[in-house]
């Protein structure tokens, strides 16, 4: 494939109502989308930074400068084989995985365009639905919180998980657990807590937790491993989990008995799909992440989880369920199962981008040629 143009784009999509987490309170999806065009055909990546440095060290900013000035220049004008072919050509960048992996994304979606095979296919997904898990924001009160859970679980939501701060923890998972003591339920700390609070974990134990994700610092899976071994309860890792190495080296260490895998947090699918791999090989189930994207984050998200041992139900969700429109036709929606089919040559099912609606949210927008 030649690589003509890009384009990197810049959307704004509110939220229908804010989602808090530890470390920031989301009203606004900014993102960027890179759109590569080739030989007539483009394909679609959407970078999943924020606003700002708040869940790893890459934000839109920093994505829009690798993009433009460090990758871009790397492929214009150039023919690639494909994904694998441009991660060879920048295999020199250390970290902003992110940023590669916005256009790795789109890459692969130019190979699914030009093979007429899916992304399950093209990958080896075998699942022809995956279920879908929801992951709750703090709330200012329990009631408002338990409000939610009790409306998410008539929707049939496989798993909920609740995101927790310091001071908003121990009592807010035990309320959960007295009203449902029966849902598959987990905790996303995003990394707010320390060694320190052994003890707040330790307490955790009592209340049947599938798992408790990122505890602790996003650099420090020895940490996790000393954690891990005081507790009953599983570790999840998210943002510890930045490449196959950092899996290598967590489960070496006992640091994690579930990971959360995130394409773009490392470099994009083919990564992903090298720790799926090596989790499988180790018995360690893993789960498909979100990153509150758009519908073309989201469709690739529901492909990768279509791979055997994503085992465990992902933050993959409805589009409407953060936004009141999207960038797909048709917006991503759940089955009645409250599953998510993937997409695949011979189902039927298939997702547009929508151009129009890009077009209504567009801040900006980049032309990039040789
Ligand atoms: O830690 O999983 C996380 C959203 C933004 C950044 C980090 C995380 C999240 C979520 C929401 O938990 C997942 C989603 O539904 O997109
Ligand atoms: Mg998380």
New binding site residues.
């Given amino acids: 494939m030649r690589i003509d143009r890009i384009d990197i784009i810049r959307i704004n999509n509110p939220f229908k109502e804010p989602f808090e987490t530890s470390f920031v309170r989301f009203e606004v999806r900014d993102a960027l989308l890179v759109k590569i065009y080739s030989e007539g055909a483009f394909g679609y990546g959407e970078c999943k930074a924020f606003h700002a440095p708040l869940y790893n060290a890459e934000d839109n900013g920093t994505c829009l400068h690798i993009l433009k000035h460090i990758l871009a220049p790397r492929i214009l004008g150039e023919t690639l084989d494909g994904p694998e072919d441009f991660l060879r050509r920048v295999a020199f960048v250390r970290g902003n995985r992110l940023a590669i992996a916005a256009i790795e994304n789109a890459l692969w979606d130019l190979r699914v365009k030009a093979t007429g095979k899916s992304l399950k296919t093209l990958i080896g997904g075998t699942r022809d639905e995956v279920e879908a898990g929801i992951s709750l924001g703090i709330e200012p009160t329990i009631g408002a919180l338990l409000a939610k859970i009790e409306r998410h679980q008539a929707e049939g939501y496989h798993r909920i998980k609740i995101k927790i701060k310091p001071g908003k923890d121990l009592q807010v998972v035990r309320e959960v657990r007295r009203h449902y003591p029966d849902i598959t339920l987990t905790v996303?700390a995003?990394s707010a807590y320390t060694l320190a609070d052994l003890d707040l974990f330790k307490a955790m134990d009592e209340f049947n937790l599938s798992y408790i994700?990122?505890p602790l610092g996003e650099d420090d899976i020895v940490d996790h491993a000393v954690l891990q071994k005081a507790i009953g309860t599983r570790i999840c890792l998210?943002?510890s989990i930045t490449s196959f190495e950092d899996a290598r080296k967590a489960i070496g260490l006992g640091s994690a008995q579930v990971i959360?895998i995130k394409s773009s947090r490392c470099g994009g699918i083919h990564e992903a799909i090298r720790i799926h791999d090596l989790c499988m090989e180790h018995g360690i189930p893993v789960w498909c992440?979100g990153m509150t994207e758009t519908g073309i984050g989201r469709v690739q998200n529901i492909s990768m989880a279509s791979l055997a041992n994503f085992t465990l139900a992902n933050d993959i969700t409805p589009a409407r369920r953060f936004f009141a429109e999207d960038i797909t036709m048709p917006m991503v929606d759940i089955t009645p199962r409250c599953t998510l089919r993937v997409p695949d040559e011979h189902n039927g099912v298939q997702y547009t981008v929508d151009e129009a609606a890009i077009e209504r949210m567009m801040v900006s927008r980049e032309v990039l040629r040789r």
């Fill in positions: 996303d995003n994700e990122q998210d943002e959360n992440g």
